[in-house]
């Protein structure tokens, strides 16, 4: 089941499906990868505002909720299970099940330093987690032979995960150009969470996250950087939702079928 926010079709799902969805995808190492995205408010302005952003997120094989009022609405209307899927936590459940498994991690993203940080902190939580390589880019793109060399590194590498931060949508542009240039693995959205789990910046408290209010701490931490995703883009949603739900303004979704 999905729900449809200005337009975008996010899906209706909980860890325990993801997982299992997941387990069920890793089945075939040969077949193109899959990509899951965290979709928030961000993104779904963003993708009501950019035709090419919001085709994007129509192709990931999971869009699931990232917002707690995403989750708080689709368990009213809907009467569903619904978790949000906020990356960091994705990521430490992925770790704990990837101890049990034998999975295999790979971290692109972050700045220089951040990912071997990154690798550090999760196995130090996780003994015996397996992380076979790390990658940080250049702010630049790289040339063709750079990205081609890099996709036949991360293929030696073999990971079943591969945990992509470099901001959305970005993100989830790199993985949609990379799921059959690297197959067999599921690659994951992260947002911050490298810069989480590497300490560059605080996360917010539990009790925050799950109130709906993580975006007001963490415009706190950052507002040069933040505002307009917080302030403009909330009030773009909140106005399109209203006509949304009162239906004096349509917004069809462009969702891609998908090979689950």
């Known amino acids: 089941m999905r729900y449809n926010f200005i337009g975008v079709d996010v899906d209706v799902i909980t860890y325990k499906e993801l997982f299992a969805k997941c387990e069920q995808w890793l089945q075939d190492k040969s077949a193109r990868s899959k990509h899951v995205a965290c979709v928030n408010v961000n993104c779904v302005v963003e993708s009501y505002l950019n035709r090419e952003i919001k085709e994007i997120f ?7 909720p990232d ?3 995403f989750v708080y609405w689709i368990r009213l209307i809907t009467g569903q299970k619904c978790d949000r899927l906020y990356a960091p936590d994705i990521i430490l459940n992925l770790c704990r099940i990837a101890v049990q498994r034998g999975y295999r991690l790979y971290l692109y993203g972050g700045a220089e330093g951040v990912p071997e940080t990154m690798q550090q902190f999760l196995q130090s939580e996780f003994p015996g987690l397996q992380i076979v390589g790390t990658y940080s880019p250049p702010f630049r793109p790289l040339t063709p032979q750079e ?3 890099m996709c036949e590194q991360i293929r030696q590498a073999n990971p079943d995960f591969i945990i992509v931060g470099l901001g959305s949508p970005k993100q989830d542009q790199w993985i949609q150009d990379h799921l059959s240039k690297i197959p067999g693995t599921i690659m994951i959205a992260s947002g911050a969470a490298f810069d989480f789990f590497s300490n560059r910046i605080p996360q917010a408290p539990y009790w925050i996250q799950r109130s709906g209010f993580e975006w007001l701490f963490r415009l706190t931490q950052d507002p040069k950087r933040l505002w307009k995703r917080y302030t403009v ?4 949603f909140i106005w399109n939702f209203l006509l949304q739900l009162l239906r004096l303004k349509r917004f069809d979704s462009i969702r891609v079928p998908q090979n689950n």
């Open 58 to 64: 129509t192709k990931a094989d999971i869009s699931g």
């Open 67 to 69: 917002s707690m009022p």
């Open 147 to 149: 990205d081609a060399l």
């Open 233 to 236: 883009y909330n009030f773009v």
